[in-house]
Structures are given as C-alpha cells and as structure tokens.
C-alpha cells in the first residue's frame, strides 16, 4: 500500500504561484507514476499532470505552460509548481499514485486551491 499526503494549498490572486507538495510511503518501490488531479464541485475531474518513474511528464491542454511536475526521489516527494493562476484552477487537488503491476491507484485527501479574481 501507498499513503499519500498532500500540502500547499491556500489562497492566491489571480496571476500568483502556489507550490503543491506530495510525501508518498509505504510501498515507495511498486509506484510505476504519479500525478496530480483536480475536482470541482459538479464537475468532472481533471488529470492536471503526470509523471513516470523514468521522470517522464505529461499535463492537460489546460495548464500546459503554467505548471510544473516533478519529484524528488530522495525525499519520496513529488511536486506541483502552479503559476500564472486563473480563477478556473480553483478545486480539490489530489496526489494520485499508480502502484504495482496491477497499477491500482491510490489517492490523497486533497489539497484546496483557491484563485481570486
């Protein structure tokens, strides 16, 4: 099993950065990707970024340009540096891991970021 923990969220104005952080235990090894996914209210949820364990990314048309995955192998953390934020980056963000050959995902509480206009 995987236990994901995120921080970082908060309040910003339009046009500000926001830096979300993601500790990944337990079964560290078994992670094949990681990623960062966001939900609104009434809406369906969006895969923001992706990234593999050969640090290989990918990010929504959305926020292409904007924001930045990353992980820190060392430290079993991975990283969402959001910047140029728009009033429609506001949702839960949730840390997601694909773990084992099975790839079961394992999800984190959520984080909430909120972008004033």
């Known amino acids: 099993q995987v236990q994901l923990v995120e921080s970082g969220g908060g309040l910003v104005q339009a046009g500000g950065s926001l830096r979300l952080s993601c500790a990944a235990s337990g079964s560290i090894d078994s992670i094949n990707a990681m990623g960062w996914s966001r939900q609104v209210p009434g809406k369906q949820r969006e895969v923001v970024a992706i990234?593999?364990?050969?640090?290989?990314?990918n990010y929504a048309d959305s926020v292409k340009g904007r924001f930045t995955i990353s992980r820190d192998n060392a430290k079993n953390t991975m990283y969402l540096q959001m910047n140029s934020l728009k009033p429609e980056d506001t949702a839960l963000y949730y840390c997601?891991?694909?773990?084992?050959?099975?790839?079961?995902?394992?999800w984190g509480q959520g984080t909430q970021v909120t972008v004033s206009s």
């Open positions: 997601t891991a694909e773990v084992g050959m099975d790839g079961i995902d394992y």
């Open positions: 990234i593999t364990s050969d640090g290989v990314t």
